[in-house]
């Protein structure tokens, strides 16, 4: 018996230590860590590098190809290619300059899952076309998800209020931040979101919501903060995250203030 009881402890130990394993800072790499390794964004390159750096988290964008294949990529062109309205094979046909193709939303998080210290943050893009479209990439985004079983690793963001409202339809534990910065703190907790990633200037016209975020135990992420000054002083407000195109720079902050 004395046995079995330890070998229980031990498992649900074992368990425990492997759900806290991610990185516990508040660096969050805007499009993979790119900038001062010349990478290109949202690439694997860059996603590797943010993990290698240590990052608690990278953020990515996704789009859906027009026959329906979820891609990773910032902008609603690649390398002059409307991704909306070109097909995958199409898109294939056009490289990064490191040579990679544009990775799909499945390729990347299969990429990113085989590691357990960075978060991966699925920013579902705004379309071009509907927003009707966009609620399909935040279904098949969830969708894919679920299918790799990469709950663990995966937190969303987005621009779209409905999109962020219907991922939490989809999944009551997902962890889902606000982007547009047009909502106050009560009004996101109402509406299901778990966090505000709002614009760092937005902090500033909006000097409570802060605190009545926390209040309301929504995480603050802001974004895109890449000066000394910026970082410094959302420290100093004890927000959860900052997502930067400077990850090195924030990790040099971090440091100076321990």
Request: hydrophobic share 40%; aromatic share 8%; net charge negative.
């Amino acid at each position: 018996m004395k046995k079995l009881l330890l070998s229980l402890s031990l498992s649900l130990l074992l368990s425990v230590t492997a759900l806290a394993q991610f990185n516990k800072n508040i660096v969050i790499a805007h499009r993979g860590a790119w900038k001062t390794t010349h990478l290109p964004e949202n690439s694997i390159a860059s996603l590797n590098h943010a993990i290698a750096l240590g990052c608690h988290a990278t953020e990515f964008d996704v789009h859906m190809t027009a026959d329906s294949i979820l891609v990773v990529n910032h902008d609603h062109e690649f390398y002059g290619l409307d991704i909306e309205k070109s097909t995958y094979a199409q898109l294939l046909e056009k490289k990064h300059p490191n040579g990679e193709a544009i990775p799909t939303l499945e390729a990347y998080l299969r990429e990113g899952m085989k590691q357990k210290k960075t978060k991966l943050i699925v920013e579902v893009k705004t379309s071009q076309i509907s927003e009707a479209h966009a609620l399909t990439v935040a279904e098949k985004a969830h969708a894919i998800v679920t299918q790799l079983k990469a709950e663990k690793w995966v937190e969303y963001i987005c621009f779209s209020w409905e999109v962020g409202k219907r991922l939490h339809q989809l999944d009551k534990k997902a962890k889902i931040a606000y982007l547009e910065g047009d909502k106050t703190p009560a009004e996101a907790k109402a509406a299901g979101y778990t966090g505000l990633d709002y614009h760092f200037s937005v902090y500033s016209k909006n000097p409570t919501w802060i605190a009545e975020a926390h209040k309301l135990g929504l995480t603050v992420n802001a974004w895109t903060v890449n000066t000394r000054a910026d970082m410094q002083t959302l420290i100093n407000h004890d927000v959860e995250y900052i997502t930067t195109n400077e990850p090195e720079l924030l990790f040099e902050v971090l440091k100076e203030k321990e």
